[in-house]
């Protein structure tokens, strides 16, 4: 029997509880299979975030209605802004598990979440949905890897002086099954995405569980650790699940997409450009490519950017990277400005004059934003800054109305200049009305001071007389 199932319920374990098990209670081995363990099961999670968008964005290709279609862009844009928050938890729930196996409290002896629920009884849908399918991934896992997983209990406890039943094998199914969902709460995903995620979780981390078990034995036998038991079958490739994709690619050379192309491929990425706060993480050239893959899958052939819009995007990416880098621009506006990337590559792509006209809309517009920009003090309330509102309001009408139209460029220059432009006005206004007043200042101090001598003088004379 695997006792899996009897595993540490992650959400009891408080911090407090963490903190007074220290990690120098633990065997050296024991650390190394936890950090071997750590590695295999990070790469998995990038794979499964990396295999989510292209899966995503097929299911929303099928969607039945806008609505759906808008379910399944919704979650790609929400795991790519937390994809790297989740692997951390998924991580930091891993390393408490082991840090609980210095010592056993009757209190941790519970089902985890995942499969403490019992299904027969009553459950909201959605929850029950969930824990089925759960159930049903760490059952494959225990069918295919059980013998390993259960030496590997064997070797734990050996190594910890536990008797059997009485550790919790952090590596269990199970276990994985309740970091990834305790990692994952703060996506709000509707079910049917949840389902597909958990999906790709067992694709993309469950289902190599046999590499990690056959790794973490190896290390304890090496060390002596129960030698005289029987190690497990190497599970064949052929025995693994599939993860390749469905739709091959031909053998015929690279076929570059149509610039049309390339602006649809744009505008969908124009929606979803994060968030001024995680602008920093939006690598435009990485998120192409990524949905040129996909292209390609679908089409069944190897595509390409041509040539020339390939320049465009690293020349418009070369000058956004300069800009930001620049000390003299404020951390907030950059990140505003970052956001901008997107537009300028298309109408950089529709109009190749772009990089020759010096005085082309859409750069004049971009050099007057940085141009003012540079001599903007930043402010704890930067939100609420007049200049901050402005360049705010510019680049969610250019992500929310730019298409195909290089016209709101020259339309949204004429606005921000009229307004920066006041603005000069009236400072050079205040600025004349100060050195006026300056002036007649000190003007009235020369006369107070000519008058102060004329008195003088007179009593000077007066005395005289």
Request: with cysteine.
């Amino acid at each position: 029997m695997h006792n899996d199932g009897n595993v540490v319920p992650l959400h009891k374990a408080t911090t407090d509880q963490v903190a007074h098990s220290p990690l120098a209670r633990l065997p050296a081995i024991l650390l190394q299979v936890r950090d071997k363990a750590a590695q295999q099961l990070r790469h998995g999670l990038q794979a499964l975030f990396d295999n989510a968008d292209d899966t995503l964005f097929e299911m929303a290709d099928r969607a039945r209605c806008d609505i759906e279609q808008n379910i399944f862009f919704q979650a790609m844009r929400d795991l790519r802004l937390k994809r790297k928050s989740i692997e951390r938890v998924f991580l930091e729930q891993l390393f408490a598990a082991f840090i609980r196996l210095a010592h056993y409290e009757s209190a941790f002896a519970a089902l985890p979440q995942t499969l403490a629920a019992d299904t027969s009884t009553a459950q909201p849908d959605d929850e029950r949905e969930r824990t089925v399918a759960v159930q049903a991934m760490v059952s494959r896992v225990l069918d295919r890897d059980g013998f390993a997983l259960d030496q590997l209990t064997a070797r734990l406890c050996a190594l910890l002086g536990k008797e059997p039943g009485d550790l919790h094998n952090p590596l269990g199914p199970a276990m994985f099954c309740e970091y990834f969902l305790q990692a994952a709460r703060q996506l709000g995903l509707e079910i049917k995405v949840k389902l597909i995620i958990l999906t790709l979780f067992e694709r993309y981390v469950l289902s190599e569980a046999d590499q990690l078990y056959a790794e973490a034995n190896q290390l304890l036998l090496a060390t002596g650790v129960l030698p005289n038991l029987k190690l497990a079958p190497v599970r064949r490739t052929t025995d693994r699940p599939d993860k390749s994709v469905t739709v091959g690619l031909t053998d015929e050379g690279p076929d570059p997409i149509s610039t049309r192309d390339l602006l649809r491929l744009l505008s969908h990425l124009q929606q979803y450009v994060p968030a001024p706060a995680a602008v920093d993480d939006f690598d435009l050239r990485n998120q192409l490519e990524q949905l040129l893959t996909r292209v390609s899958v679908k089409s069944g052939r190897s595509r390409v950017f041509g040539e020339a819009d390939e320049d465009v995007i690293n020349l418009v990416a070369m000058l956004f990277e300069c800009m930001l880098d620049d000390r003299n621009l404020p951390d907030s506006l950059k990140a505003l400005i970052g956001r901008l990337q997107i537009p300028l590559v298309k109408v950089a792509v529709l109009d190749k004059s772009f990089f020759s006209r010096s005085n082309h809309p859409a750069r004049r517009l971009l050099n007057e934003i940085a141009n003012a920009a540079m001599g903007w003090g930043a402010c704890d309330d930067h939100e609420r800054d007049s200049l901050y509102v402005r360049i705010d309001q510019v680049v969610q009408r250019l992500l929310n109305d730019f298409v195909d139209d290089p016209a709101i460029f020259s339309e949204l220059l004429a606005d921000f200049l009229a307004v920066t432009q006041g603005e000069r006005r009236r400072t050079d206004l205040a600025l004349e009305l100060r050195n006026g007043v300056a002036r007649v200042l000190d003007d009235t101090l020369l006369f107070e001071r000519a008058l102060e001598s004329v008195i003088g003088n007179l009593k000077c004379l007066n005395r005289g007389k």
